[in-house]
């Protein structure tokens, strides 16, 4: 059994937007009224299953497409840019498409819920804020499985064991583990130092001052020595030429769209910065880190706004490693009160509008064509 369909149709839109607004309708007024502990195991398994399918089946972007014809066509002659780990996988499923998207997919939202187990211990809150802010970017990013990798190894740190240093151990195996599984968790990976700056309200303050020094200084010196560093690594070399290649232009729709879903992050920023540093003197210390890497990823990626290339490739890669502990973070503040439920309202608001409007706009795409 594997996926025989070439590209997206009237039915397969209507068919993801109906899943997606299922998952929706069924758990939105249990996620707002905090009533995880009372979710029966079989819901909350209900959930991970519709969710899962969701992830495996999501037609709407086109890199589904894309990947099927990588994964159906592939040939040890061929030359794809994709992980070592793939090229080994792809042959062993003998090139199934289905199963390999339930390997990766499956695989990253089963590490996202180990994850929001060793955060809140029941996970379906945090898939209820998955699927209300990014389910549809998590079902599209093959580098989806890399950050519920990366994150899961790093609430080792955030939230340690009894056996502090062995959990360390543990974390650190599958931090190391998540580049194998797409290349851009070496950006996440660099920004790890920054869980050991001191953060308060005044830093804040101080980082938002500092920001146009931090544009030039990536500019000039940090930007040109990845480049000269990637000059010895073909691969990496051949990814950041890719980046900076002018891509097809998009209809205004479209690129409303993407302004929508990127403010989602910000707004998501600024409302836990304030709820986190304004609102509340007693905030638990691994909130106070996870804060700490979003803030880290969020600001990297958006220094790359302002160089001179022809898209925005640099930039969404690194801002969507933002998802997983943004996700996380409004969850777990959600549940420890520090986020009231107008503020949750309004988060989770702002995704739905977002991937409300782009199932809308496939499904409309999909009737003019």
């Given at each position: 059994?594997?996926?025989?369909?070439?590209?997206?149709?009237?039915?397969?839109?209507?068919?993801?937007?109906?899943?997606?607004?299922?998952?929706?309708?069924?758990?939105?007024?249990?996620?707002?009224?905090?009533?995880?502990?009372?979710?029966s195991n079989g819901r909350e398994f209900l959930l991970f299953l519709l969710i899962a399918v969701f992830a495996v089946t999501d037609f709407l972007d086109g890199d589904f497409f894309h990947y099927k014809e990588v994964v159906q066509e592939f040939s040890i002659f061929s030359i794809?840019?994709?992980?070592?780990?793939?090229?080994?996988?792809?042959?062993?499923?003998?090139?199934?498409?289905?199963?390999?998207?339930?390997?990766?997919?499956?695989?990253?939202?089963?590490?996202?819920?180990?994850?929001?187990?060793?955060?809140?211990?029941?996970?379906?809150?945090?898939?209820?804020?998955?699927?209300?802010?990014?389910?549809?970017?998590?079902?599209?990013?093959?580098?989806?499985?890399?950050?519920?990798?990366?994150?899961?190894?790093?609430?080792?740190?955030?939230?340690?064991?009894?056996?502090?240093?062995?959990?360390?151990?543990?974390?650190?195996?599958?931090?190391?583990?998540?580049?194998?599984?797409?290349?851009?968790?070496?950006?996440?990976?660099?920004?790890?130092?920054?869980?050991?700056?001191?953060?308060?309200?005044?830093?804040?303050?101080?980082?938002?001052?500092?920001?146009?020094?931090?544009?030039?200084?990536?500019?000039?010196?940090?930007?040109?020595?990845?480049?000269?560093?990637?000059?010895?690594?073909?691969?990496?070399?051949?990814?950041?030429?890719?980046?900076?290649?002018?891509?097809?232009?998009?209809?205004?729709?479209?690129?409303?769209?993407?302004?929508?879903?990127?403010?989602?992050?910000?707004?998501?920023?600024?409302?836990?910065?304030?709820?986190?540093?304004?609102?509340?003197?007693?905030?638990?210390?691994?909130?106070?880190?996870?804060?700490?890497?979003?803030?880290?990823?969020?600001?990297?990626?958006?220094?790359?706004?302002?160089?001179?290339?022809?898209?925005?490739?640099?930039?969404?890669?690194?801002?969507?490693?933002?998802?997983?502990?943004?996700?996380?973070?409004?969850?777990?503040?959600?549940?420890?009160?520090?986020l009231s439920k107008k503020a949750y309202s309004l988060i989770i608001l702002l995704g739905l509008f977002s991937q409300g409007s782009q199932c809308i706009y496939e499904i409309y795409c999909n009737i003019v064509k």
């Amino acid at each position: 059994m594997d996926f025989t369909v070439n590209d997206i149709n009237l039915t397969l839109s209507l068919y993801c937007s109906t899943l997606f607004f299922i998952i929706v309708i069924f758990n939105l007024g249990f996620a707002i009224n905090k009533k995880q502990e009372s979710i029966s195991n079989g819901r909350e398994f209900l959930l991970f299953l519709l969710i899962a399918v969701f992830a495996v089946t999501d037609f709407l972007d086109g890199d589904f497409f894309h990947y099927k014809e990588v994964v159906q066509e592939f040939s040890i002659f061929s030359i794809i840019d994709v992980e070592e780990v793939y090229l080994l996988l792809i042959p062993a499923i003998d090139k199934n498409y289905l199963l390999f998207r339930i390997i990766i997919w499956g695989g990253a939202l089963l590490f996202f819920c180990l994850t929001a187990k060793r955060y809140t211990n029941r996970y379906f809150l945090s898939l209820c804020t998955l699927s209300f802010m990014y389910l549809l970017l998590f079902s599209y990013a093959r580098a989806s499985l890399a950050m519920c990798l990366f994150f899961y190894g790093l609430s080792y740190y955030l939230k340690p064991l009894r056996h502090k240093y062995f959990g360390w151990l543990v974390g650190i195996v599958f931090i190391i583990l998540s580049p194998l599984f797409h290349s851009s968790a070496w950006a996440a990976i660099a920004l790890l130092p920054f869980l050991f700056f001191p953060i308060n309200k005044y830093t804040i303050g101080m980082i938002i001052l500092l920001f146009p020094f931090l544009v030039v200084i990536s500019q000039n010196i940090l930007f040109p020595l990845l480049l000269d560093t990637s000059l010895s690594n073909d691969r990496m070399n051949q990814k950041l030429a890719g980046y900076a290649v002018k891509q097809k232009e998009y209809g205004s729709a479209y690129r409303l769209l993407g302004t929508i879903r990127y403010l989602t992050f910000y707004i998501s920023l600024i409302i836990l910065t304030v709820v986190l540093f304004f609102r509340n003197n007693r905030v638990k210390s691994s909130c106070k880190r996870l804060y700490k890497m979003i803030l880290g990823i969020i600001l990297a990626a958006t220094v790359f706004l302002f160089f001179d290339l022809d898209n925005l490739v640099f930039y969404y890669r690194i801002l969507y490693w933002a998802i997983i502990p943004i996700v996380f973070l409004v969850t777990i503040c959600y549940i420890e009160g520090y986020l009231s439920k107008k503020a949750y309202s309004l988060i989770i608001l702002l995704g739905l509008f977002s991937q409300g409007s782009q199932c809308i706009y496939e499904i409309y795409c999909n009737i003019v064509k």
